[in-house]
């Protein structure tokens, strides 16, 4: 399954309404798991991102539509990356 890392920064209301960020967290692992995914990491981080999620997922369409629809509550803006293991990047790059 395709490997995926999302950095999450809060929005204005994100950041109003952070008490409820651990809630909301949960809400989306079970979105994630109901969309055939598995959340690997999440972490709650200081610095330029608030939060950093690492994830498998079915898809880029079904990445894309967790961004979107997380996105769509208002409490956070999301920056997705695929990312590939060693050992795919390694099939890849003998391709070249």
Known sequence: MPSYVVLVNWTAEGIRAVKQSPE?????????EKAGGKVLSLLHTMGAYDLVA?????????????????????????????GWTTSEFGQLVQKL
């Open 24 to 32: 909301r967290t949960e809400a989306f692992r079970k979105s994630v």
């Open 54 to 82: 690492m994830m498998e997922l079915p898809s880029d369409e079904v990445a894309n539509q967790l961004a979107l629809r997380a996105g769509m509550q208002g409490f956070v803006r999301t920056t997705t990356l695929k």
